[in-house]
């Protein structure tokens, strides 16, 4: 059995290492990608999860959630009591964004000094946090502006500069310096390596279908697991060097922290790999031409993008659209990614997204080899 | 490998049938092969020699009828037949980016050929193809000869006692045909049976038995002399002349012409005896302005035969 899996394994690194051009496909792409998007991407945010603690009780500050309230950027979803129960609901994830007007929020405006508003955002979603942060700045302003037009009216002469600006103190955590990049890097490694292990897998098989050497493989004794094995194998490692390349480079150029278990990193993407490994094998035993498998995989990986959470928030999408991300082993992959990375969570955390991809990977694997059958109809 | 008894053929064929949809490319086909022998499948494109041979493969599933290859029936148990058999796809298939070495070591292990005799098989792979000296050059710098010679030695890496060959000689220059046959012919006289298609009609001769395929249908299976004397009826002339195509316009459908069909710078004719004559045609063709270098009354080969049974089971029905 080892022999048979062996013999194929060496043969198709053979090939790898005589296409003259494969070493190029495989390191220059992905480097460039990843400086596009680490670039490239900013977004739009609505309905950011907010909690807001208000320590001053005062018209002004009521007339200040109030604007918030009415916002669609943000959904109060919680009216804290405590400094603690901020943190709580940012920890548990219940909110993106704590907002706490300090005591004596009305003194100071009303003596037209800088009144203190604390903001705290999760960081770890940067892009998400640091668009919500500008509009707190936003809601504040105009609330103020109002204020001053509301004062200028009460006392004739006008000091509407002096109230002009809320004092917004920004701290978000985990991400201290809220560079977006951070949080699209890890992204970038996870959806890389889904386009490449998929791509890869599916034409190798078809390009052996293509030439006809399949046709002499499915005559002899070898079994469909024993072909799968020496075909993903190669592809596993090459995969699992990729994804450590293309995070490397990312820590390095945009110094992207890695602040976790490099571990738990390595066992989430072994495990994200047997999941597009799988899926390009599956595609392979579906289509007849190289050029189909490349539609295929088009037509697959981007929903499987899309669906994620890289850019549009799952929390964002309709209902049944949720739970088909469920199925999305990049989901899962993206979660763990992004733990480790930026927030150093450990197994007690990431384990139902890692038993998730798991199940996935094993599941297509399974399926795709049921239908490797050694026969042409 | 199991050894079949010696009296059982080494293949069973009862009425196989294969349909792709509507269309039926294998239509009860029956034969048995010797084992040792070398059988030939004759026919001309789509005839379905191809999608016999992959049926006794298991490569696929018969639609109705029977295949049984070395004692064992291919739908039932396709695994073990492929330990006692080899095949030659009609598709040229061995890896062009690897050496011949790579390519030999490759198949020879998928065929799970024991790693302690595999450099031996190797070596006489090697020698047996030719390449000797050349074990380390990538394939696709071979010359079509060496690849199909080589192709043969990696299908026989692991001994078969069966071996199915899909036009292994297709596009290679005559002399390389004939070393290829040269290397069928010391298989089978080492007792491995030989299933063979080709479209080269001068191949036919050298198989013990000639299975004349046409859409579908199995048209004769005997050894290539008894179908040489088949009866055609009626006699058999050859003409030479400078504009074959306006002859065979003068001729076609005259009475007395039975069939009439170009080979290469001559026209084979069929003709009724009684009433027409050579002297009769090279008459007919030179007042037409065609001048005759040469007729003559000629004995049948396979071309002729195959040609004429061809165009007997054809939709448009034998001419004449
Ligand atoms: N998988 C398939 N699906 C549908 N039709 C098929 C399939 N394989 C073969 N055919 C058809 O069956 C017929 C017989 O094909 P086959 O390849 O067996 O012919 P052949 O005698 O080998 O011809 P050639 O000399 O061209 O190789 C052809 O008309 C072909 O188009
Ligand atoms: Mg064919």
């Given at each position: ?16 290492r ?6 190029f ?16 991407a ?30 669609t ?17 940012i ?19 009303l ?21 919500a ?20 009216t009460r006392?004739?002469g ?44 599916a ?50 150029w ?11 990193l ?19 035993t ?9 539609g ?52 007690a955390?990431?384990w ?23 026969a042409?109809? | ?9 080494a ?6 049938v ?49 295949a ?7 739908a ?59 074990e380390?050059?990538?394939?696709s ?9 080589l ?15 899909d036009?292994p ?9 004939r ?25 036919a ?7 004349l ?62 009433k ?10 030179t ?5 005759v ?9 396979i ?18």
């Amino acid at each position: 059995m080892f022999e048979r899996i062996i013999r194929i394994l060496v043969k198709e690194l053979l090939e790898i290492r005589r296409d003259r051009w494969a070493m190029f496909r495989l390191i220059v792409p992905p480097l460039i990608q990843m400086l596009i998007f680490g670039y490239a991407a900013t977004f739009e945010v609505y309905h950011v999860n907010t909690v807001i603690l208000d320590r001053d009780h005062s018209q002004e500050s009521r007339d200040l959630i109030s604007h918030f309230v009415a916002s669609t950027r943000f959904d109060v979803v919680k009216i804290a009591g405590t400094e603690r129960d901020v943190s709580q609901a940012i920890d548990d994830g219940t909110a993106t964004v704590g907002i706490t007007i300090q005591p004596r929020f009305a003194a100071f405006l009303l003596k037209g000094e800088k009144a203190p508003l604390q903001v705290v955002v999760d960081g770890t979603n940067s892009n998400t946090a640091l668009i919500a942060l500008g509009y707190v700045e936003q809601i504040a302003a105009t609330y103020s502006a109002s204020q001053g037009k509301t004062y200028a009216t009460r006392i004739p002469g006008g000091i509407t500069a002096r109230v002009e600006d809320l004092d917004v103190a920004q701290r978000p955590w985990f991400n201290p310096n809220l560079d977006g990049r951070w949080f699209f890097v890890p992204g970038v490694v996870g959806t890389l390596s889904l386009i490449l292990t998929v791509s890869l897998t599916a034409s190798a098989v078809v390009r052996e279908r293509e030439i006809g050497t399949l046709e002499q493989i499915m005559v002899s004794p070898i079994r469909p697991y024993e072909f799968i094995l020496g075909k993903t194998i190669p592809f596993f490692l090459i995969g699992f060097a990729e994804t450590a390349l293309v995070a490397v480079f990312g820590v390095l150029w945009f110094q992207v922290p890695f602040v976790g278990n490099p571990f738990i990193l390595m066992l989430g993407t072994a495990l994200f790999l047997l999941s597009t490994l799988g899926l390009g094998l599956l595609i392979s035993t579906l289509v007849r031409t190289q050029q189909q498998a490349f539609g295929a995989n088009f037509f697959v990986s981007n929903p499987m993008f899309t669906l994620s959470g890289f850019s549009f928030p799952i929390a964002s999408m309709p209902r049944p659209m949720q739970w088909v991300t469920y199925l999305d082993p990049l989901r899962y992959y993206l979660v763990v990614i992004r733990a480790t990375f930026l927030k150093g969570v450990g197994i007690a955390v990431l384990w139902p997204d890692l038993l998730a991809m798991a199940v996935i990977g094993i599941g297509l694997l399974t399926l795709s080899t049921l239908r490797f059958r050694k026969a042409l109809d | 490998m199991t050894e079949v008894a010696p009296k059982e053929p080494a293949i069973e064929v009862e009425n196989l049938v294969k349909r792709f949809g509507d269309f039926t490319a294998v239509d009860h086909v029956s034969f048995q092969v010797e084992r040792g022998s070398i059988i030939g499948f004759l026919g001309p494109n789509g005839a379905g020699k191809s999608t016999i041979i992959r049926m006794l493969c298991g490569l696929l599933t018969p639609s109705e009828g029977r295949a049984i290859v070395s004692g064992i029936d291919v739908a039932k148990d396709p695994e073990t037949v492929r330990e006692h058999i080899g095949y030659m796809s009609q598709k040229f298939s061995l890896y062009g980016d690897l050496t011949v070495m790579e390519n030999l070591r490759f198949f020879g292990g998928i065929y799970r050929v024991p790693r302690t005799i595999l450099p031996e098989r190797i070596r006489f792979a090697v020698t047996m193809a030719g390449l000797e000296g050349r074990e380390d050059s990538l394939v696709s710098t071979l010359a079509g000869g060496w690849k199909q010679r080589l192709a043969l030695g990696c299908a026989i890496l692991h001994r078969p006692p069966i071996l199915f060959l899909d036009e292994p000689t297709s596009g290679v220059d005559p002399e390389s045909r004939r070393r290829f046959w040269d290397l069928i012919h010391s298989l089978s006289e080492d007792g491995v049976t030989i299933v063979v298609s080709t479209h080269y009609m001068d191949e036919a001769e050298y198989c013990n038995t000639i299975a004349l395929i046409n859409r579908g249908r199995l048209l004769a299976l005997e050894s290539p002399t008894t179908l040489k004397k088949r009866d055609l009826g009626g006699d058999l002339l050859s003409v030479e002349c400078p504009d074959i195509g306006k002859a065979i316009s003068l001729l076609e459908g005259q009475p007395g012409i039975l069939d009439i069909a170009a080979f290469g710078n001559a026209v084979h004719l069929l003709v009724d005896p009684a009433k027409v004559s050579c002297h009769d045609l090279e008459g007919r063709l030179t007042t037409a302005g065609i001048p005759v270098e040469r007729i003559g009354s000629i004995e049948p080969s396979i071309d002729d035969i195959f040609v004429r049974m061809v165009g007997e089971n054809s939709p448009q029905g034998g001419a004449g």
